[in-house]
């Protein structure tokens, strides 16, 4: 017992310096995350890519968007994404102040898009031949389902400017990184490089 009291004390105390400096600890989910996201990109530079699959899993993406290796819209958190077969499901804590600069309040329509929300989406995605393709079929605020309409005016009023056209409710966009397919499984996606 007292080994173990030992060994835990200088592992607290390396935790709480390194948070101290503002350096967070990557779990091991990050790290295999990481590792893989750089080898797709590696492998993607290559001139005769492999083919070989790569699977990321629903642990590896969540730990890597929530430990910084995503840099998420100003008031966007706790972020989980599962999916099965050529769905995706996702939780967040959004505030609508942070993400807007408070811009919503000026305009009436746009009152649903204010203070801290609960998020939950679900949206079916597929890509092959190099293009993704996601449309999202409901999006709910504390569990209240928010009309499409009033989704897409957001979308196009304050996320396209800012993120392109691969953000919105019917999104259609080209892979990097010479990544031509991926199929989404249960809480796991397989990408392939040509």
């Known amino acids: 017992m007292n080994l173990l009291r030992s060994l835990a004390a200088p592992f607290l105390l390396v935790t709480l310096l390194l948070a101290a400096h503002g350096q967070q600890v990557k779990s091991r989910a990050y790290e295999s995350a990481e590792r893989k996201i750089t080898r797709i990109a590696e492998n993607g530079r290559s001139e005769h890519p492999s083919t070989r699959p790569t699977v990321l899993t629903a642990a590896e993406w969540n730990?890597?968007?929530?430990?910084?290796?995503?840099?998420l819209p100003e008031g966007v958190t706790k972020i989980s994404l599962t999916t099965q077969p050529a769905i995706i499901?996702?939780?967040?804590?959004?505030?609508?102040?942070?993400?807007t600069a408070n811009r919503t309040r000026k305009n009436p329509l746009l009152q649903l898009f204010t203070g801290k929300h609960h998020v939950t989406a679900t949206a079916h995605a597929s890509a092959i031949h190099g293009i993704a393709t996601i449309q999202v079929d409901t999006i709910a605020f504390d569990g209240v389902e928010?009309?499409?309409?009033?989704?897409?005016?957001?979308?196009g009023k304050y996320l396209r400017p800012k993120y392109g056209n691969a953000v919105g409710m019917d999104s259609v966009?080209?892979?990097?990184?010479?990544?031509?397919?991926?199929?989404l499984g249960t809480d796991q996606v397989t990408?392939?490089?040509?």
């Open 146 to 155: 928010i009309p499409r309409i009033a989704l897409e005016y957001f979308a």
């Open 191 to 194: 990408l392939t490089q040509r």
């Open 63 to 71: 730990a890597y968007i929530n430990q910084g290796g995503v840099d």
């Open 89 to 99: 499901h996702g939780d967040a804590e959004v505030d609508f102040d942070k993400l």
């Open 173 to 183: 966009f080209r892979l990097k990184n010479r990544i031509d397919t991926a199929v």
